[in-house]
């Protein structure tokens, strides 16, 4: 499988931006996917998960209530819509598939085989 990360951008606090994760892949409506995102001088975190089937959503406790990822099994994508941006939100971020498309509580960075090139998020104040 490979993920390709785009929608990224400039944006101001209070905003709105959509990312987008395309797959390659005949198996991607089998695996779980999470976003990931990395301010700089900072390490990889986890945002939020969405299993195979749309069933399930976890998301980190900074992002609950204005994030919500969604797929689109018939198109290979996933997506990241992300509300109320706070500058904190800075970051680059980066899809990554699961092959445990049925387990929803996994967030750290080595339980994902797949990843995307990541896309550049900028919230100014």
């Known amino acids: 499988v490979q993920l390709q990360a785009s929608g990224g951008g400039l944006v101001q606090a209070g905003g709105s931006l959509r990312l987008s994760c395309a797959a390659s892949g005949r198996t991607f409506s089998t695996y779980a996917m999470g976003w990931f995102r990395q301010a700089p001088g900072k390490e990889r975190e986890f945002v939020g998960r969405?299993?195979?089937?749309?069933?399930?959503?976890w998301y980190t406790d900074s992002v609950k209530g204005r994030f919500t990822i969604s797929r689109d099994n018939a198109k290979n994508t996933v997506y990241l819509q992300m509300d109320s941006l706070k500058p904190e939100d800075t970051a680059v971020y980066f899809c990554?598939?699961?092959?445990?498309?049925?387990?929803?509580?996994?967030?750290?960075?080595?339980?994902?085989?797949?990843w995307g090139q990541g896309t550049q998020v900028t919230v100014s104040s």
């Open positions: 990554a598939g699961d092959q445990s498309g049925r387990a929803l509580l996994r967030r750290d960075i080595g339980a994902y085989q797949y």
């Open positions: 969405i299993l195979w089937n749309n069933a399930a959503t």
